[in-house]
């Protein structure tokens, strides 16, 4: 049978592990869409001044 | 060169974007390098067996979630007193990241006492000042967000950031002050290390990790703030052509 501590120590990193990925996950789609909002304001604005 | 210069967004910006691989490379391979110390080079606790390796994510996240929020505070002041723009941002940028520690420590915490204290959690001075730590950055968080003028809302968690810095030395001490389940300091300044070389070693690795980690995440995070909040000026309509 496997050691249950290993069981504790899987939740631990597991939880971290998940934490961190969902943390890249979002800097990046904010980056993203900051990135994609510039462009369209900029590009509705140059429409405008057309 | 004036290094006040980079406290303007615009300057700031470029700077931070070239940063990030450096801080996000050395924090994958120092964790890395803490997992092997850690999980192949320590020894087994002659007490707790194996569980006890979970020390290597636990301690270097509490350590985190404190010491984000005394920078968090840092920077309060600088919004306070200087009006530095780029000092709310920074505070902005980092609370995610703290608060994700705080969660990080608390979970770690209540995996590693189940199976050594018998109970996931208590109401124990430890553990209630770090639930608070995890409170104040949520706080912070929706503070902030709900205000719509961002100056405004970065003054705003500025006040909450420094009225609610009190609660890091009471969770320091927490375990002096009080009679408390959780173990005293891991590490002291003061005081010879009382775990063994490697163990001390894997933990300090790790620390260095999330240090690296955090500077990375949030030095990523803040350029997406300037990129929100800059938006109209002509370098950010530039960098998006």
Known sequence: MTDPHWTYIALAYGFAAACLAIECVLLVRRRRAALARVARERHLDETDAD | ?241
């Open chain 2, 1 to 241: 060169m004036n290094p006040f210069r980079f406290a303007a967004p615009q300057a700031f910006y470029p700077l931070a974007g070239a940063m990030v691989p450096w801080f996000g490379g050395a924090a994958a391979l120092l964790a890395v390098v803490g997992l092997v110390i850690g999980f192949v080079l320590a020894p087994t606790d002659f007490q707790q067996g194996e569980v006890y390796r979970i020390i290597f994510i636990h301690v270097p996240s509490a350590w985190m979630a404190m010491f984000i929020y005394l920078v968090m505070a840092g920077y309060a002041l600088l919004t306070l007193v200087m009006r530095a723009r780029l000092s709310g941002m920074m505070a902005r940028a980092l609370a995610p990241t703290g608060a994700l520690m705080a969660a990080i420590s608390l979970w770690t915490g209540a995996v590693w006492g189940k199976p050594t204290w018998g109970t996931w959690w208590v109401w124990d001075a430890r553990l209630t000042s770090t639930l608070i730590l995890l409170f104040l950055y949520l706080g912070y968080v929706a503070l902030v967000t709900a205000i719509e003028d961002p100056q405004r809302g970065d003054r705003a968690g500025a006040l909450l950031l420094l009225v609610g810095v009190v609660n890091i030395p009471v969770i320091y001490f927490s375990v002096r002050w009080w009679n408390t389940l959780h173990q005293g300091a891991s590490v002291s300044l003061t005081a010879a290390p009382t775990m063994a070389a490697t163990m001390l070693a894997g933990m300090l690795v790790m620390s260095l990790a999330a240090w690296m980690y955090t500077i990375a995440a949030a030095l990523h995070r803040v350029r997406s703030i300037i990129l929100e909040r800059e938006r109209h000026t002509r370098w950010v309509r530039a960098l998006a052509g």
